[in-house]
């Protein structure tokens, strides 16, 4: 079974920068996309940012800019560089990854505990 643990959240103040890791462990073939996602409380899950497995990226209009994802391929790992905290960025930030547990498998999607973040003065 893939795994994901993500780690690097607490608490900030606003204007100031965290960097949030995930790796993924367990047997796997490849990994497709890998994602982070974020819910507040009382808020829908949002799509943070994801990349491809080949390096392409997409990010939500209200972290173009400030946020960076990344991906290590040999390590399995991804991650998101945050600048310029807001304290609407406060959320529980979730680590995704669609992976296959071999070449003839199919794709799994996979979801990481979540790390929280907070973004307060």
């Known amino acids: 079974q893939v795994q994901l643990v993500e780690s690097g959240g607490g608490l900030v103040q606003p204007g100031g920068s965290l960097r949030l890791s995930c790796v993924a462990s367990?047997?796997?073939?490849?990994?497709?996309?890998m994602a982070w996602h974020r819910q507040a409380p009382g808020k829908q899950r949002e799509l943070v940012a994801i990349?491809?497995?080949?390096?392409?990226?997409t990010y939500a209009d209200s972290v173009k800019g400030r946020f960076t994802i990344s991906r290590d391929n040999a390590k399995n790992t991804v991650s998101l560089q945050m600048n310029s905290l807001k304290p609407e960025d406060t959320a529980m930030y979730y680590c995704n990854a669609d992976a296959r547990p071999s070449l003839f498998s199919n794709i799994g999607h996979y979801w990481g505990q979540g790390t929280q973040v907070t973004v307060s003065s």
């Open positions: 367990g047997k796997i073939f490849n990994i497709n996309d």
């Open positions: 990349i491809t497995r080949t390096g392409g990226t």
